[in-house]
């Protein structure tokens, strides 16, 4: 069973490994460092971490991934996208299913947000099978739309509402 908390420093090593394992950082936003160094994950784990709903996934207490949501501002203020990533030996476990739902149930309870998405690389099958397990609908495709490493992807966008009916609509 997993369990979610804040980031510690005893997570610093993992974080690291994880973050500079190549399987893991594929698909990984360029936001985050490549190389990824002791200096990046003890700001992560001071300030980064702590900005937004953040939370470190853990297995008996040792950090197994990440996983939040960051909310969208103004007149998209009741959107967040989730985001996650998981050392690649615990890929195929249901781990990250586990945790997409309890974080989507949770900001769902705590917070206005109505509606989570996520935007997941084409290649991104896992990322993919485990949106659909929670029941995140495929809302789109925009074709080439994300470059990385002198690549493109399609973006595929998964979307999750807390009200399933039309509110306040003028059809």
């Known amino acids: 069973m997993i369990s979610l908390r804040q980031f510690k420093n005893s997570d610093q090593i993992k974080l690291i490994e994880t973050l500079n394992d190549p399987r893991v ?12 160094t002791e200096a990046d994950a003890d700001w992560w784990i001071k300030e980064g971490s702590r900005m937004g709903f953040i939370r470190a996934i853990a297995i008996e207490d ?57 935007a997941v690389f084409s290649g991104n099958i896992g990322s993919m099978r485990v949106l659909e397990k929670c029941n995140y609908l495929a809302e789109a495709v925009l074709q080439q739309a994300i470059y990385k490493n002198g690549k493109f992807y399609d973006n595929h966008i998964f979307a999750k509402l807390k009200y399933n009916k039309r509110l306040n609509s003028d059809e």
Do not use: H, M
């Not at 594929?26 to 985050?32: H, T």
């Not at 900001?107 to 989570?116: A, D, L, P, S």
């Open 25 to 36: 950082s594929e698909y990984l936003s360029s936001k985050i460092p490549n190389p990824y």
């Open 62 to 118: 040792e950090l197994v991934g990440c996983i939040g949501v960051s909310t969208d501002e103004f007149e998209y203020s009741r959107n967040g996208e989730i985001g996650y990533w998981f050392s690649s030996e615990n890929w195929g476990k249901g781990i990250a299913t586990q945790a997409v739902n309890i974080v989507t149930e949770e900001v769902f309870r705590t917070t206005e947000i109505n509606r989570i998405y996520a």
